[in-house]
């Protein structure tokens, strides 16, 4: 067999900070949507993907924090991809249940 089965499992992980921490940092830095696709080899591939909101002063910073926060979250993973998009503070307070 040329190939393994793949396991995919897909998980959507969303973090949103409390409603006192998102009006002072969106103020201060920038929010993005941050998406990662991890993977675990071993018997079988298993596949995640784990999504989230980040503030930062730059897509950098905020993928930094969210894939340290996403490899905690799943022990014996590594990152196969992932994608930053900015989003506009009254979106994400909106988002985030938070009354701009």
Avoid: W
């Avoid at 990662?36 to 930094?64: P, W």
């Amino acid at each position: 067999m040329l190939f393994s089965p793949v396991a995919v499992m897909a998980r959507t992980v969303i973090c949103c900070p409390s409603a006192a921490s998102v009006a002072t940092s969106v103020s201060a830095e920038r929010v993005f949507v941050v998406a990662a696709v991890l993977t675990r080899h071993g018997k079988n591939i298993e596949v995640q993907l784990v999504q989230g909101y980040r503030a930062g002063l730059s897509g950098d910073e905020a993928l930094g924090k969210f894939t340290r926060d996403a490899l905690n979250l799943y022990p014996g993973y590594g990152i196969l991809t992932t994608v930053v998009s900015e989003l506009k503070t009254d979106r994400t307070a909106h988002v985030c249940g938070v009354d701009a």
